[in-house]
């Protein structure tokens, strides 16, 4: 079992920057692959980014490369969403998630736990 606690959300204009955090508690953090995913209102659970658990490989939805940088620090047990030039279309509530299989990375389905989410808003 883990548990993800997001942190960072709020309230940004257009063109602006956040940084999310997730900080996990539980079984070993680096045996986890970590991803990044948001929902908005009326919306499905979207795919945002992935880091893997053994080489840190990334994955990004195209709508966010250039803009979002995914990154973990094991040794502190956290994974932080660097978001900037940030649109109101990135307006969502964003979720941590952790996959424990070697595949499926930006399938939500196929993530085994999930934080609380953090409310992100971008004003125009």
């Known amino acids: 079992q883990v548990q993800l606690v997001e942190s960072g959300g709020g309230l940004v204009q257009a063109g602006g920057s956040l940084k999310l955090s997730c900080a996990a508690s539980g079984r070993t953090f680096s045996s986890y692959n970590m991803g990044w995913f948001r929902q908005a209102p009326g919306k499905e659970r979207e795919f945002v980014a992935a880091m893997s658990r053994i080489i840190g490989r990334t994955y990004y939805v195209d709508s966010v490369k250039g803009r979002f940088t995914i990154s973990r620090d094991n040794s502190k047990r956290t994974v932080d969403l660097q978001m900037n030039s940030l649109n109101p279309e990135d307006t969502a509530v964003y979720y941590c998630?952790?996959?424990?299989?070697?595949?499926?990375?930006?399938?939500?389905?196929?993530?085994?736990?999930w934080g609380q989410g953090t409310q992100v808003t971008v004003s125009s």
């Open positions: 998630a952790a996959n424990t299989r070697s595949f499926g990375l930006q399938t939500p389905d196929l993530y085994d736990y």
